[in-house]
Structures are given as C-alpha cells and as structure tokens.
C-alpha cells in the first residue's frame, strides 16, 4: 500500500477497512480480521494499492473529438475546428454521452475523481452521478454566446443555480471555471472573484499556456495574465492555474507567495507545443502541484498514468537534474495535490483513516513490472493504466479485474459511432 501521506511511505502486507463508504482504518493485514470480524474481504496478493487518481484538469465531453484535426497549433485548432464544431454540435445529449466515455476511460485507468470545465455542466454531472465517480464541475464563464449560454452573467447565472440544486451530492464539488485570460473579461473577473471569496470556491482557469497568450495580454491590458489576475484580485490559496508553461522567476514566487495552485498538463502542453512547464521551480517554491490530462482532443488519452511520468521525465530535462520530481513528487500530484488544488483534501487523495475510501489497486505481477525494487519508482515509471485492476469511489467498487461492473459504461460504442459521423466534416475542413 502507498498511502501518499506520509510522502513516500509504502506499507507491506497491510490491509484497509471500509465502511459506509469511508476508510475506517489502515493496519497490518494480519490483524484486520481480528479487529473487524464479519466484514467481506478481498485479497490482493501481489498487488499495490494506491488512492484514486486525480485528474485536476479535463474537458471531459471531448473525448468526442479524439484525434480531430490533430498536429495543429492550439489557437488555429481551436479557432478552424474546435469551435466551430462545438457551436454546431454542442447540446446536453453531447457532452452526456461525451462525459459517460470519458468516465469509462478515467474508471478502467484509475480515475476516481475529474475536474470538468465546458459548456452544460450539469449534463457532465448527470454522467458522472451516473457513472458514480466523483467530480469537480466547472461554473464555466466566457464572453461569447453558445448554446448553453447568452453572456458572462448568463453563463454564471446558469452555473450557480446548478450548483445549488447539487450542493448537497457527496461524489460533487465545484469550481468557478472562467475559460482563459482572452475569453473572459476585467468586469466578469472581478465578479469571478467576488464569488470565490463569498462562496469559497476554487478558481479554475486556463493561465499563461502560451507565449501568444502572454504577448496578447500585455497588448490588450498592459500587463501579462498573472499581473492582470493580481490586479483584478484574483491570486489566492484557491486559484488553480491551469498550465502555468510561461512564467517568469518572480511569478513562480508570487504564485507561491499567495498560495495557490498549478494544474500542470505535461501531454498537452507538448501536443500543442505550448512549452515546457519550470515544474521544477514551482515544486521548490512549494507550489502545489496538480496533474490533469486536459481534454482527449488535445492529449488523445486520458490517462494519469501516463502523465505522471511524463510530468516526471519533463521535469528532469527542463531543470536539467535528474533528481527533479522525484516519484514520489509525481505521485502526490496525481492524488493528493489534485485533492488540495480542489479544496477536497479532506475526502480524498490519500489512504487515510476519515477519507473517502477511493481506492485503485494494481496487479505489480505483469512480466513488463518484474522485477520491482521500489514500488513508488514502479507506480510512476513502469506502471500503465492496463495494470489497474479495481478501483473503488466512496467504497463502491466499480472495477474489478479490469472490467466495468457497470453494464451502461460498457455498451457506449454505438454513441461514439453517431457522434464521430456528425463531427467528421470539422476534422476534415
């Protein structure tokens, strides 16, 4: 078992107990059926159990468009194909159908827990609710009319009330989730944050992923995104920057000085050839770092696996030391660094007596994961999604022997086939 906290701890021949949905305690295997007489047990032998993972940042219903359009740069992807296929296409049936895939895909490669940003976001909660996975959606709040919403007040009007109807859900939290420095306004910013702070909810925001981004701020607003952000008051222990590629030392310093969080997409950020994240920098400014995937239109995988050793092998090479981001390091930002950026460190991302019993275990048995000297270095460096072999959210199983218990999640093909028909003409224009 690696519980995550303490960093770097690995328990052998240990055993978790569950009820009601929470961990009730973490104790040697040998003693657990002495201490909890009649509880159901399951034994895992060659196994390593870990928390769910946590993907801090994901377009979920995009999975609908995996692998349209690709090898493209990110404003002529989004500005030729991505948006004008949504603005055709985008309705609550799309981004249900396109939530349901990507929680299948998430399920099977340990995900327990999504942090969602994109239109009809109680659709997404509705497939996650159904899926029975825990999430975090997104206010979404951009300027431009689409089909869900007409203007920036519509679209945190809209999000609001969902969020209102849905407080009470235990697999649910939420976001303020305005889209990016150049689709969102000084006026919708500054009510953003008046709302972070009255409501204290976390901020979710794409934040200096792009030189042009950069270069477009200081053009329109006389100063770069973060400067932008630090004026508007928007810098804080629940900002969650999403990339954070291009930074400057005395941004790293002023990230770290409030506080706040960095979603850091590795596989996105190099399909788009944003840059390269000074991850490294940021660890050692005690920033907390995140790990997300970004949506399958721009990574193609949602697969925290292979983020976390990408974040970690990107790291290495950016600061030029081999001992950046250690494994340990990685595996705290897929789990319990994701939890913290979320406010939901108190639930999940971790093993621990009190949480959630979100739980993945992994079959360490495959030939490609033999011999294992450290299970951590394996988990981060070795380990792929197809080693997952159960995985539990609030202490309800949901995979077992790599398969979806739930009939629904494995019948969705045909919705795939419908949509990819009604999307081809984008990805061929």
Known sequence: MVPVEPAGAVLEDHAVAVRDGRIEAVLPAGAAAAAYPGYETLDLPGHVLIPGLVNAHTHAAMCLMRGMSDDLPLMRWLQEHIWPAEQKHISPDFVRDGTLLACAEMLRGGVTCFNDMYFFPEASLEAAAAARMRSAQGIITIEFPSAYASDAADYLARGLAIRDRWREEPLVSFCLAPHAPYTVSDDSFRRIAALAAELDLPVHVHLHETADEVERSVAEHGARPLERFRRLGLLGPGLIAVHAVHLEPHEIELLARHGCSVAHCPSSNLKLASGFAPVEAMRKANINIALGT????????????????????????????????????????????????????????????????????????????????????????????????????????????????????????????????????????
Not at 297 to 323: C, H, I, P
Not at 330 to 351: C, M, P
Not at 398 to 424: C, F, I, M, T, Y
Request: proline content about 4%; overall charge negative; hydrophobic content about 50%.
């Open 294 to 429: 970004d949506g399958a239109a721009s990574n193609n995988r949602l697969d925290m696996f292979q983020e976390m050793r990408t974040a970690a092998l990107l790291a290495k090479a950016v600061a030029r030391d081999a001992e950046a981001m250690p494994a340990h390091a990685a595996l705290h930002a897929a789990t319990l660094g994701g939890a913290r950026a979320l406010g939901i460190e108190g639930v999940a991302g971790s093993i621990a007596p009190g949480k959630a019993a979100d739980l993945t275990a992994i079959d360490l048995r495959a030939p490609e994961l033999e011999p294992c000297y450290d299970v951590i270095s394996h988990l981060v460096y070795a380990v792929g999604r197809e080693n997952v072999t159960h995985v539990w959210v609030a202490g309800e199983l949901l995979v077992r022997e790599r398969e979806l218990l739930d009939p629904a999640l494995r019948a969705l093909h045909s919705r795939g086939q419908v949509w990819q028909n009604a999307l081809k003409k984008h990805a061929d224009s």
